[in-house]
Every structure is written in structure tokens, then in C-alpha cells.
């Protein structure tokens, strides 16, 4: 005969907003936002784990250690005033050619927002 171990119930915190209903620890429940709640692990589904946080550790589950995120690097915008095919009107593009303004801009104008933009 096969022996199994009894799964422990551990305290929960449910986050968020909304309230979670379902069978924990064997009684059927509403939990409220900020309410604490003991549940076995099995009895939450991993599609709430985002909304249910464990406020102790999972017995059987290994986590990993805090690994830092990798460097992020900030990229580079870049904008600039072309003119238009009418003389003396000018669009502000950034570095892809997507144009920024709606209507077309007198080049003092243009160069302030360029400047503004860059900041």
C-alpha cells in the first residue's frame, strides 16, 4: 500500500480588486481584496497565482533565487525638422519618418518643438 503525503494548507493574500470565489481548505468562500485566506496549493488555480500571492513558502516548490534583470539600455530618439514641398513649411519626424505634428509648422516653430521633444 502506497503512503502519500497530506498537503499542508499555507496562508494566502488575495491582491487586487474583485473578489475570488471557490472551495479552500474545504469550505466554499468569498475572498475579498486584502483578505487573508489558508489554502491548500492544489486549490488555487494557476490562473489566479497573479491575483493570489502566498504568504508563505509552497511546501514541494523550489524557487528560484533573485537573479537581477539584465542591463536595459535606453535607446536613443531622435527628431528633426524636414521641410515640405511647400516652401517655407516643415513637418518634426522622429528617426523612423513617422511625422509628429498634424498640420505643417513655420520652421522657428518646428526647431522649438524638436528642442522640446529632445528634452
Do not use: C, H
Not at 496549493?41 to 533573485?66: K, Y
Not at 528617426?95 to 521633444?117: F, Q, R, S
Amino acid at each position: 500500500m502506497e503512503r502519500r503525503k497530506e498537503e499542508v494548507s499555507i496562508w494566502w493574500k488575495k491582491v487586487g480588486g474583485g473578489s475570488l470565489r471557490g472551495v479552500f481548505d474545504g469550505r466554499k468562500q468569498i475572498i475579498k481584496p486584502n483578505q487573508k485566506f489558508k489554502a491548500k496549493a492544489s486549490e488555487i488555480s494557476m490562473n489566479f497565482r497573479d491575483v493570489v500571492i502566498p504568504l508563505e513558502s509552497i511546501p514541494g516548490v523550489v524557487t528560484a533565487p533573485n537573479v537581477p534583470d539584465p542591463d536595459i539600455k535606453a535607446v536613443e530618439v531622435e527628431y528633426k525638422a524636414v521641410e515640405r514641398k511647400t516652401k517655407g513649411w516643415f513637418d518634426v519626424v522622429d528617426k523612423n519618418g513617422k511625422v509628429l505634428n498634424e498640420k505643417a509648422l513655420k520652421k522657428d516653430v518646428a526647431e522649438k518643438l524638436v528642442k522640446d521633444l529632445a528634452e
